[in-house]
């Protein structure tokens, strides 16, 4: 796959190869790959350009204001109670397919292809939506607790995407530094009958780095990494599009 400093490509498994022009490149630059493969994640703040944004801005907030988005997919509160805290809106692209087209996306998978090589598709997308004013967080977890497929197909990159500024008063990101070589924790659900799991025993989580960034940027992880958000204390919605982006394989690689 050719990849130009200003231009992406990115054949996503099929014959054909998309370009965009604009923005950065569908590569990562080497000391960003160095400092994902030491440390299972990393975060690219110049990830959009501001035509990138308006772009996956208004897609999202289509979806998000579908009034009858409860009857077209899954939608459910990852606090495990019936409050919509947390709202996690399953498979956005299945009804925007459009989402697949824009340039952040289609900038990942080239990112990912350059990665692990070609043939990458997506495995999971997801947006999650925290509403303001909202001491829910999004529990400490590893992505590879929800699937051992997902420990042993680990030429997957998880991309979160945020549609406004990040800190740590809205529930940006934190991930802990090198967890991704570590094992895969005992995990228990959020709350009894809960899909949504948490690791019961945090006493890493001091060591954990918070990922402030602007909207566009492109926060990624690989499956162990340890992960968690915090509290939306702000006075606006916290929107994340998150998508999980595999290159089938049998043979397990970090990075
Ligand atoms: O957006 C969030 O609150 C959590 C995101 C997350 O856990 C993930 O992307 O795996």
């Given amino acids: 796959m050719g990849i130009?400093?200003?231009t992406i490509s990115a054949g996503a498994g099929k014959d054909?190869?998309?370009?965009?022009?604009?923005?950065?490149?569908?590569?990562?630059?080497?000391?960003?790959?160095?400092?994902?493969?030491?440390?299972?994640?990393?975060s690219v703040a110049d990830y959009s350009t501001p035509a990138d944004l308006d772009e996956l801005?208004?897609?999202?907030?289509?979806?998000?204001?579908?009034?009858?988005?409860?009857?077209?997919?899954?939608?459910?509160?990852?606090?495990?109670?019936?409050?919509?805290a947390i709202r996690e809106i399953v498979s956005p692209s299945k009804l925007q397919p459009k989402l697949l087209e824009t340039r952040v996306y289609r900038r990942a998978m080239a990112i990912t292809e350059a990665l692990f090589?070609?043939?990458?598709?997506?495995?999971?997308?997801?947006?999650?939506?925290?509403p303001p004013h909202n001491d829910k967080e999004t529990a400490w977890h590893q992505d590879s607790a929800y699937s051992s497929m997902l420990s042993l197909s680990a030429k997957r990159l998880h991309w979160w995407v945020p549609i406004q500024d990040v800190d740590e008063n809205n529930g940006c990101m934190a991930y802990v530094p090198g967890s991704h070589r570590g094992p895969r924790v005992k995990h228990v659900p959020v709350a009894?009958?809960?899909?949504?799991?948490?690791?019961?025993?945090?006493?890493?989580?001091?060591?954990?780095?918070?990922?402030?960034?602007?909207?566009?940027?492109?926060?990624?992880?690989?499956?162990?990494?340890?992960?968690?958000?915090?509290?939306?204390r702000?006075?606006?919605p916290r929107v994340a599009w998150i998508f999980q982006i595999v290159v089938r394989s049998k043979i397990p690689q970090w990075v």
């Fill in 4 to 6: 130009f400093s200003n």
């Fill in 234 to 236: 702000s006075n606006a």
């Fill in 192 to 232: 009894p009958g809960a899909h949504t799991l948490k690791i019961a025993d945090t006493d890493f989580a001091d060591k954990a780095h918070y990922c402030a960034v602007p909207a566009g940027a492109a926060c990624m992880h690989l499956p162990r990494t340890l992960h968690y958000t915090g509290p939306n």
């Fill in 57 to 84: 801005r208004g897609l999202i907030n289509q979806i998000l204001n579908d009034h009858e988005l409860a009857q077209k997919t899954t939608v459910r509160d990852l606090t495990g109670q019936d409050t919509l």
């Fill in 16 to 42: 054909s190869v998309h370009e965009v022009q604009g923005g950065r490149g569908g590569d990562l630059r080497a000391e960003e790959k160095r400092f994902l493969k030491d440390n299972g994640f990393l």
């Fill in 117 to 130: 090589g070609p043939g990458a598709s997506l495995a999971f997308d997801h947006i999650i939506d925290k």
